[in-house]
């Protein structure tokens, strides 16, 4: 395994469509909740807790081989906004496209055939860092991560937020990612032994109802 | 009961017993056979109590009256539920239920396991769980429907008494139909909780968050439409026969207003 | 790649010519350029004038969502599942050079629902000078820039202005308000695209769009050759 592959996977240049998506930050600013870089930091630590949690399971499981298909089922399970689950799908779409070009592998042609319309991101991510040679680990880190890069950049541009504050706030959140992907790494060996129903289910109430309010807006700078 | 015998033994706290109450309630509900339910199964112990109220034409009604004052640090009560084909069941408590700290160290719990046959209909409408102070409770809802039973499913958190801060609750709904997991959701607040949990992108300060659960299965041709309900509460469609509703408030009142006006809706 | 020509394998991963069935794709032209240049004017125009003869659709980024997708709606140029709007969050040029998989996932969209189509027109949300499309997303690129942006900016040159594969000054009719030299104009898009086509146009009045339409056909006709 090449430990710089992970660097290839977790750079935010990467291209799979991320750019686009504002992790929920677009609706909390709009509705006040997310301000500044405090409260941007509250927001990611939230985020972190419970989408971040899951996608982190999601993927190390994926990277670990439990079936995809069912653990997309468990994701859409979790993901009560169906512009969340759109959104999920989308990304997971274009990373599938990345991933192929590349990390060729078998496993996410398969994928690519399965889910035309793309599958839950974090799904695509677990079965890309298994085709670029890496760990259960590795697959937790890049999810936990982006639950909580995405936020914090799409902030610098909706507040224009200064960018070192931005970066601060991540830096500070770094040992809660790291016990966020051990976690998630146990979590997946659970769900190894005992299926899907074993992934965490933590969940955001008002993640949730930001997105529904965000896909209703005729005009946002973010796509979620 | 729930008294807790822990010592000291050299400066280490030690808990000798874990004392806390175990209490069941079972209530089973059949077609009887002349356009009516009967419950040939109606039994509670210890603080879970359940009485038959007057029901409304094939529906039976069943009142918990019990469990107001628990469960208490270190309890664990279940309550089960079962529909069978054709039964048609309402379940509702006489108050709410507030989680207290009790003397008994660690976590109490409140595991709600209902089955719903195919063609049979549960409505679930507790009144509220509050989390008071120093409290410790992991609440789980795990309901089983048949493809063709139908649900109507509430649960109100609300945290803290007035002016208080809340104690840790843990609540996870699993809801299933015809085998397949529709929605699996857990939400953690209170000190203890992971961080984040009060933050923008999970409670923002509001001191109460509910859920509506209306399972149909005309839903599965035709899925309610995903709609905002003002800035806290959303209506959607799972991905599966079932509508959710997803509500936060400033308070338990606030909260069930919503919620009835969605289920209103939902109609 | 190596699934390009396979009959039954998954969508191709990027600009190849060929779809996962494998029959040719639809041509994919890029219009790019500064705000306010006449881009979406210019989309409508070949819409208009191609719309006949070509099966074809169009792709917007828009800064805000939906903007130039709605104007086009609003003109009837092609009927509305014939366009489609990519959201950019707030960095239209990384859409179109840097990270294409969202408009990449709509062009095939297009042709899987609305196929098969000859061409698909992608409109780069309004940006500056240096914003070029992919080679990865689109076959040409069209720069539009306008005769009010300043006659000093062919000069300035920069990767639009230089690199396009056709550089459209738009807006002549303009000209004489604003003080700005066609000549000059010209001469310095001659120095910076050297053989490159350059076409002056102005869509207020004949021959309009024509020109643009004519190099899309060349385009077209080198395409399906």
Redesign the interface.
């Known amino acids: 395994m090449s430990r710089a592959a992970l660097l290839v996977l977790a750079d935010g240049r990467f291209p799979a469509g991320g750019h686009a998506h504002s992790g929920g930050a677009e609706a909390a600013v709009k509705a006040g909740r997310v301000t500044g870089a405090a409260s941007l930091e509250d927001f990611c630590r939230g985020r972190l807790h419970t989408a971040g949690r899951v996608a982190a399971a999601l993927a190390a499981a994926a990277v670990l081989g439990v079936d995809p298909v069912e653990l997309d089922a468990a994701a859409d399970a979790r993901t009560p906004s169906p512009a969340l689950r759109t959104a999920a799908r989308k990304l997971g779409r274009q990373l599938t496209r990345a991933a192929r070009a590349t990390w060729p592998s078998d496993e996410l042609d398969a994928l690519a055939r399965e889910f035309p319309k793309g599958a839950h991101q974090p799904v695509v991510l677990g079965l890309t860092a298994r085709a670029a040679g890496l760990g259960a680990v590795d697959a937790a880190y890049c999810a936990a991560y982006e639950s909580v890069s995405g936020p914090a950049s799409a902030t610098v541009r909706l507040l224009s937020l200064d960018p070192f504050e931005a970066t601060g706030v991540l830096a500070r959140l770094a040992p809660e990612l790291d016990r966020v992907a051990d976690r998630a790494v146990e979590d997946a060996r659970c769900v190894v032994d005992e299926g899907a129903d074993a992934l965490p289910a933590a969940s955001a109430p008002l993640l949730e109802i930001g997105a529904e309010v965000h896909a209703g807006w005729g005009v946002r700078l973010f796509a979620s | 009961m729930g008294a807790d015998t822990a010592r000291r033994v050299d400066g280490v706290t030690e808990a000798v017993a874990v004392a806390g109450v175990r209490a069941t309630a079972r209530i089973l509900a059949r077609d009887d056979g002349r356009g009516g339910t009967s419950l040939p199964v109606l039994e509670g112990d210890g603080p879970l109590a359940l009485r038959r109220t007057r029901g409304s034409g094939d529906e039976a009604r069943v009142m918990l009256v019990g469990a107001m004052s628990g469960p208490l640090g270190g309890d664990h009560f279940t309550v089960q539920a079962a529909v069978e084909a054709g039964a048609r069941l309402r379940v509702g408590s006489a108050a709410a239920t507030i989680a207290l700290p009790g003397q008994a160290k660690g976590e109490s719990r409140y595991d709600v396991r209902l089955t719903v046959a195919d063609g049979g209909e549960l409505h679930w409408l507790p009144e509220q769980l509050i989390s008071a102070r120093g409290s410790d409770l992991y609440a789980t809802t795990r309901v089983d429907l048949g493809a063709t039973s139908r649900l109507v499913l509430r649960e109100e958190q609300v945290l803290g008494r007035a002016g208080e801060d809340p104690g840790r609750l843990t609540s996870?709904l699993?809801l299933r139909v015809g085998g397949?997991?529709?929605?699996?959701?857990?939400?953690?607040c209170g000190p203890g909780a992971?961080?984040?949990?009060d933050?923008?992108?999970?409670?923002?300060g509001h001191r109460a968050?509910g859920q509506l659960v209306v399972v149909r299965p005309e839903f599965a041709a035709e899925p309610v439409a995903?709609?905002?309900l003002g800035?806290?509460?959303?209506v959607?469609?799972?991905?599966g026969p079932a509508a959710?509703v997803?509500?936060?408030a400033a308070d338990g009142l606030r909260l069930r207003r919503v919620l009835d006006e969605a289920l209103g809706r939902l109609r | 790649m190596h699934l390009d020509h396979s009959h039954d394998g998954p969508a191709a991963v990027s600009a190849d010519a060929r779809r996962a069935d494998g029959s040719r794709r639809a041509l994919r032209i890029g219009l790019g350029g500064p705000v306010g240049s006449g881009k979406t004017a210019t989309v409508a125009a070949l819409c208009r004038a191609l719309r006949e003869e070509l099966s074809l659709a169009v792709v917007t980024n828009d800064i805000y969502t939906r903007e130039d997708a709605e104007f086009l709606l609003r003109e009837a140029v092609l009927p509305p599942e014939r366009i489609t709007a990519v959201e950019t969050g707030a960095c239209p040029h990384t859409a179109i050079r840097d990270d294409i998989s969202a408009n990449l996932e709509a062009v095939e969209d297009l042709e899987d629902e609305v196929g098969p189509l000859d061409l698909i027109l992608v409109e780069s949300g309004g940006d500056n000078l240096t914003a070029t499309f992919s080679k990865g997303l689109v076959d040409a690129q069209i720069f539009v820039i306008d005769v009010a942006g300043g006659d000093d900016i062919p000069r300035k040159g920069g990767p639009g202005v230089t690199t396009a594969d056709l550089l459209v000054v738009n807006k002549t009719d303009l000209a004489p308000y604003v003080g700005s030299d066609l000549g000059r104009m010209a001469a310095d898009a001659k120095a910076q695209r050297a053989e490159l086509p350059v076409v002056f146009q102005s869509l207020r009045s004949e021959p309009g769009v024509s020109d643009v339409a004519a190099w899309v056909r060349t385009r077209l006709a080198a395409w399906t050759a």
Not at chain 2, 180 to 188: G, I, N, Y
Not at chain 2, 231 to 234: F, L, N, Q, Y
Not at chain 2, 236 to 239: G, K, N, S, Y
């Open positions: 996870r699993v397949r997991t529709v929605l699996d959701q857990e939400l953690a992971p961080g984040g949990w933050g923008p992108a999970v409670l923002a968050v995903a709609r905002v800035e806290g509460a959303a959607v469609p799972l991905a959710l997803t509500a936060v």
